[in-house]
Nanobody, 126 residues
Framework: QLQLVESGGGLVQPGGSLRLSCVAS????????IGWFRQAPGKEREGVSSINYSGGRTSYADSVKGRFTMSRDNAEKMVYLQMNNLEPEDTAIYYCARARETWSLLSLHANDYDIWGQGIQVTVSS
């Protein structure tokens, strides 16, 4: 079974930090962009960030620029999302996903991704 598995979520106070991880199991990440998405209750899924295969290029949603940093370790088949200065508005279920194509788009559109993790809860609250 093709899998992406997220970890590292939880409850954090406003201004705090969390580091999300995503590991690939029986999923090839070679040459594929990887994205992080989130979905808050009652809202549509939105793109948070994307990274190309080498890790040299990234894209971020305006709402997280300067606060979130995405990285990847291809040897370990791991992808990370470092989230700093968290705000209550960041509360959501966070998903990692593999882009459908092998050419880099750094897309933040969910339709450009075909393999998804099960999601992990991030709650920012005092």
């Amino acid at each position: 079974q093709l899998q992406l598995v997220e970890s590292g979520g939880g409850l954090v106070q406003p201004g705090g930090s969390l580091r999300l991880s995503c590991v690939a199991s029986r999923v090839r990440l070679d040459y594929h962009d990887i994205g992080w998405f989130r979905q808050a209750p009652g809202k549509e899924r939105e793109g948070v960030s994307s990274i190309n295969y080498s890790g040299g290029r990234t894209s971020y949603a305006d709402s997280v620029k300067g606060r979130f940093t995405m990285s990847r370790d291809n040897a370990e088949k791991m992808v990370y999302l470092q989230m700093n200065n968290l705000e209550p508005e960041d509360t959501a279920i966070y998903y990692c996903a593999r882009a459908r194509e092998t050419w880099s788009l750094l897309s933040l559109h969910a339709n450009d991704y075909d393999i998804w993790g099960q999601g992990i809860q991030v709650t920012v609250s005092s």
